[in-house]
């Protein structure tokens, strides 16, 4: 624990010096430093991204649906942000910027069902603890094989959360240029249909890693590509109500 913690402290102290023009003896930190100072990178924003691997060298769990959002803000939607501005978004253009965040969010709520098991083995859980006890579990009890159908049971819930933030990334992906909509929509189709075969594939979902094999997405590049050109993304099913403030900060990261 104390050695994960001295490397989350390693990186902000090379991240702050990096946004500084200081050297700091490795090429990468170096190199994001160039990139920061192009694009207009806050620190703050590279903070918010280090605040993910704080939480995981903790082995932090989320004990409400907007703790595990916040988790996803941290770990993705943050990234998505940074992306965004690399992107040329312009910092304030808040609009975009959130439908950047919520690909995130969508990504990681992805990576979460498929990553379950895995998850708990390595003594780590992404689900709200309120979720397991609605259940009637402790943490880890899960995902043992006796409980895996009732856990397929909790994906409706997650994916349905994925899939309202997925369909509200698309309405920003229709403000980047072409390629760069292309790109983001191909990743949204690729990350939700990892998301929705492990809805459909039930109890067995966790038996073997659910992937999208290569033919798979070939197919959602192509399809990606048609919206792109099309760019008339379709209204979420609900309003948006929300924005990336909703989502952080966790209190002391």
């Known amino acids: 624990m ?10 902000r102290v090379l991240t702050k010096r990096a946004f500084e023009e200081q050297p700091t003896a ?8 160039l990139v920061a100072d192009e694009c207009g990178l806050t620190l703050a924003e590279a903070n918010d991204v280090i605040a993910g691997f704080a939480l995981d ?12 959002l916040r988790y996803c803000y941290h770990v993705a939607g943050a990234v998505g942000i940074m992306m965004a501005r690399i992107m040329g978004v312009h910092p304030d253009d808040g609009e975009t910027l959130d439908r950047a965040c919520d690909l995130g969010l969508a990504f990681q709520m992805a990576n979460i069902a498929r990553d379950i098991v ?8 992404y689900l709200p603890q309120k979720w397991l006890e609605e259940m009637g579990w402790q943490q880890g009890e899960h995902a043992l094989p006796e409980n895996r159908f009732r856990l397929a049971s909790l994906m409706p819930r997650l994916i349905a959360l994925m899939e309202k933030h997925e369909a509200a990334a698309k309405l920003g992906a229709g403000k980047l240029r072409f390629r760069q909509r292309w790109a983001v929509l191909s990743a949204a189709r690729i990350y939700g249909a ?3 075969k492990v809805l459909n594939r039930g109890q067995l979902a966790w038996d073997t890693r659910t992937r999208v094999s290569a033919p798979e997405k070939m197919w959602h590049m192509v399809a990606a590509f048609f919206e792109a050109v099309h760019n008339r993304p379709p209204p979420p099913a609900e ?9 952080k900060p966790l209190a002391g990261w």
């Open 2 to 11: 104390k050695d994960a913690e001295d490397r989350v402290q390693a990186l």
């Open 26 to 33: 490795d090429a990468a930190f170096d190199a994001f430093g």
């Open 57 to 68: 060298a903790t082995r932090w769990t989320p004990n409400t649906e907007a703790d595990m």
């Open 118 to 125: 895995e998850d708990a083995e390595a003594d780590r859980c």
């Open 194 to 196: 990892i998301g929705r």
């Open 239 to 247: 309003p948006i109500t929300w924005s990336r403030h909703d989502f």
